[in-house]
C-alpha cells in the first residue's frame, strides 16, 4: 500500500492550498481518512478526518479554514485549506485507518510566511 501526497509548497498569509493523497493497492473507500500535520519541535496532530460514512471533524485551530473531502472512485482524499495562517507552517501527513494502524504517506511541506 502506497500514499502518494502532492500540493504543498509556500503560499502568503491569507493564501490557499489543495493537498491531495492518492492510494494505490488497497479498499480506498473501506477506511477513514486523515489529515494529520507536524510541526517543527511539536508533536503531530490532527487536523481533519473522514470517516467512510461522510461524517468530518475538525481541530478548533481549522474549523472553518480547512475542508477535508474524498473521492473513493479515485482513492484520493483531498485537504482544501484556505486562509492559511503561519502557525499552518509544518509537514502534512495523509493517514488511513487511524493513527496507530493505519498507512501514512510521505508527507507534504506546508510554508505559510510572508
Known amino acids: 500500500v502506497q500514499l502518494a501526497e502532492s500540493g504543498g509548497g509556500s503560499v502568503q498569509p491569507g493564501g490557499s492550498l489543495r493537498l491531495s493523497c492518492t492510494a494505490s493497492?488497497?479498499?480506498?473507500?473501506?477506511?477513514?481518512a486523515n489529515w494529520y500535520r507536524q510541526a517543527p519541535g511539536k508533536q503531530r496532530e490532527l487536523v481533519a478526518g473522514?470517516?467512510?460514512?461522510?461524517?468530518?471533524n475538525y481541530s478548533d485551530s481549522v474549523k472553518g479554514r480547512f475542508t477535508i473531502s474524498r473521492d473513493n472512485a479515485k482513492n484520493t482524499v483531498y485537504l482544501q485549506m484556505n486562509s492559511l495562517k503561519p502557525e499552518d507552517t509544518a509537514v502534512y501527513y495523509c493517514?488511513?485507518?487511524?493513527?496507530?494502524?493505519?498507512?501514512w504517506g510521505q508527507g507534504t511541506q506546508v510554508t505559510v510566511s510572508s
Open positions: 473522514l470517516t467512510r460514512g461522510g461524517v468530518t
Open positions: 493517514n488511513l485507518g487511524g493513527y496507530n494502524n493505519g498507512y
Open positions: 493497492a488497497l479498499a480506498f473507500s473501506t477506511y477513514a
